[in-house]
Every structure is written in structure tokens, then in C-alpha cells.
Nanobody, 119 residues
Framework: QVQLVESGGGLVQAGGSLRLSCAAS????????MGWFRQAPGKERKFVAR????????YYADSVKGRFTISRDNAKNTVYLQMDSLKPEDTAVYYC????????????WGQGTQVTVSS
């Protein structure tokens, strides 16, 4: 069974940076894609970024383009989200997800990590 564990969240001032990590564990982990989502208090969970496992293609929500960068380390089965120029509106719980069976179906989720950006 695949498990995803996020880390790297915390409190940062506006304009600062954080790097989130998502480590996948489990026998013979493989995925079509991995992504990051976020959920602010009282709001729906929203897509942030995605990386396709075989092509390295990346996709971003308009709200984070130019500020966030998704990357991966195959040897460590880990995906990263580098977040720069953080804004208070980036405050949310960030979730890592994996599409292990179908490209556009995220079937495995992490527990989430809190990111708080103070103004």
C-alpha cells in the first residue's frame, strides 16, 4: 500500500519561501502523475501544481505561476514544491496526491501540511 507523507510546512512572512516535500513509501511505488493541492479554511480544496512522472511535464494554477515550482527526485520517490514570494492568500493546508492507476485520477493522498503566511 502506497503512503504519502508531506513535510516542510510552517509559518513564514509574506515574501518568504518554503519548500514542501512529499515522500512516497510502499512496495514498487509508481505513478502517472503527482500533484499538490491546497485547502484554505472554509474553502474547497484546489489544484496547485502537477508533474507527470514519465515526461516531467509540469502544470500550475494561475495563482501560483512564476512563484511555485514542482519537481521530483525519482531515486527518493519524492516530490517537492518550492514556494517563493509567498502571499497571505497562500495560507492553507497543502496536500500531496498521486495518480497511480490513471493519469487524471488522484487515488492516493497525504495527510496534509499547514502553511501559514503572515502579512
Amino acid at each position: 500500500q502506497v503512503q504519502l507523507v508531506e513535510s516542510g510546512g510552517g509559518l513564514v512572512q509574506a515574501g518568504g519561501s518554503l519548500r514542501l516535500s512529499c515522500a512516497a513509501s510502499g512496495r514498487a511505488f509508481s505513478a502517472y502523475a503527482m500533484g499538490w493541492f491546497r485547502q484554505a479554511p472554509g474553502k474547497e480544496r484546489k489544484f496547485v501544481a502537477r508533474i507527470n512522472w514519465s515526461t516531467f511535464d509540469t502544470y500550475y494554477a494561475d495563482s501560483v505561476k512564476g512563484r511555485f515550482t514542482i519537481s521530483r527526485d525519482n531515486a527518493k520517490n519524492t516530490v517537492y514544491l518550492q514556494m517563493d514570494s509567498l502571499k497571505p492568500e497562500d495560507t492553507a493546508v497543502y496536500y500531496c496526491a498521486a495518480a497511480t492507476r490513471f493519469l487524471n485520477d488522484y487515488d492516493t493522498w497525504g495527510q496534509g501540511t499547514q502553511v501559514t503566511v503572515s502579512s
